[in-house]
């Protein structure tokens, strides 16, 4: 009875704008051949799913198609596009260098091309220009880290290359809609609502 009241208080207090933003916009990027799945947006996908089952099943299938698209690469090369050796490279040089300042005069010497003409062969590859890339992968490295670590806020704004803990929050309530802090209480009370 207590945790089937405190599974509806959560569900009532949670933000619904958070899953149905990375679910609603069809260009939003797929998994790229060199590209680690998004496993906490994945997570958050399946677990929308499971709570609005039988309530609205268009959401569930939106949700479930947009974690489906996370968990399958595309394997063709768009023309316009970075080379597959380009993208895989690039890949890398964005994971690894979360915590820090990433240029796109740095990303477009990694792949041999001109400022200009890597951001227009990225903006097809990605569909998302470089900054907004690197924003989105900074933001799925920070709520895994929310899900998995005990650090605090600005110790993980720190640690996914943002200046502070107000420019991670601002980012982060752009994207899903939700402040951090309180995605991550409802992320881990969820958790201890499902053992």
């Given at each position: 009875?207590i945790?089937?009241?405190?599974?509806r208080?959560?569900?009532?207090?949670?933000?619904?704008?958070?899953p149905?933003?990375?679910?609603d916009?069809d260009?939003?990027p797929r998994?790229?051949?060199?590209?680690?799945?998004?496993l906490a947006?994945?997570?958050l996908?399946v677990?929308?799913?499971?709570?609005?089952?039988?309530?609205?099943?268009?959401?569930?299938?939106r949700?479930?198609?947009?974690?489906?698209?996370?968990?399958?690469?595309e394997d063709h090369?768009?023309?316009?596009?970075?080379?597959?050796?380009?993208?895989?490279r690039?890949?890398?040089?964005v994971?690894?260098g979360?915590d820090r300042r990433?240029?796109?005069?740095?990303a477009a010497?990694?792949?041999r091309?001109?400022?200009?003409?890597?951001?227009?062969?990225?903006?097809?590859?990605?569909?998302?220009?470089?900054?907004?890339?690197?924003?989105?992968?900074?933001?799925?490295?920070?709520r895994w880290?929310m899900?998995t670590?005990?650090?605090?806020l600005g110790?993980?704004?720190?640690?996914?290359?943002?200046?502070?803990?107000?420019?991670?929050?601002?980012?982060?309530?752009n994207?899903?809609?939700g402040?951090?802090?309180?995605?991550?209480?409802?992320?881990?009370?969820a958790?201890?609502?499902?053992?």
């Amino acid at each position: 009875m207590i945790a089937e009241q405190s599974s509806r208080e959560l569900s009532a207090n949670r933000p619904q704008a958070f899953p149905f933003a990375l679910v609603d916009d069809d260009r939003r990027p797929r998994r790229r051949p060199g590209q680690a799945p998004d496993l906490a947006t994945i997570d958050l996908l399946v677990r929308e799913s499971l709570e609005r089952l039988e309530d609205d099943p268009r959401a569930v299938r939106r949700c479930l198609t947009a974690a489906r698209r996370l968990l399958t690469p595309e394997d063709h090369n768009p023309p316009g596009g970075l080379a597959p050796w380009q993208v895989k490279r690039i890949g890398r040089y964005v994971d690894e260098g979360l915590d820090r300042r990433l240029t796109l005069a740095e990303a477009a010497e990694q792949v041999r091309l001109s400022p200009s003409h890597f951001s227009r062969c990225f903006r097809v590859s990605f569909g998302a220009p470089f900054s907004k890339h690197v924003t989105r992968r900074r933001l799925e490295r920070a709520r895994w880290l929310m899900m998995t670590t005990g650090q605090s806020l600005g110790q993980i704004a720190l640690a996914c290359g943002f200046a502070d803990q107000a420019h991670f929050t601002r980012a982060f309530t752009n994207l899903t809609g939700g402040a951090p802090g309180r995605w991550r209480r409802l992320t881990i009370d969820a958790e201890r609502l499902a053992q």
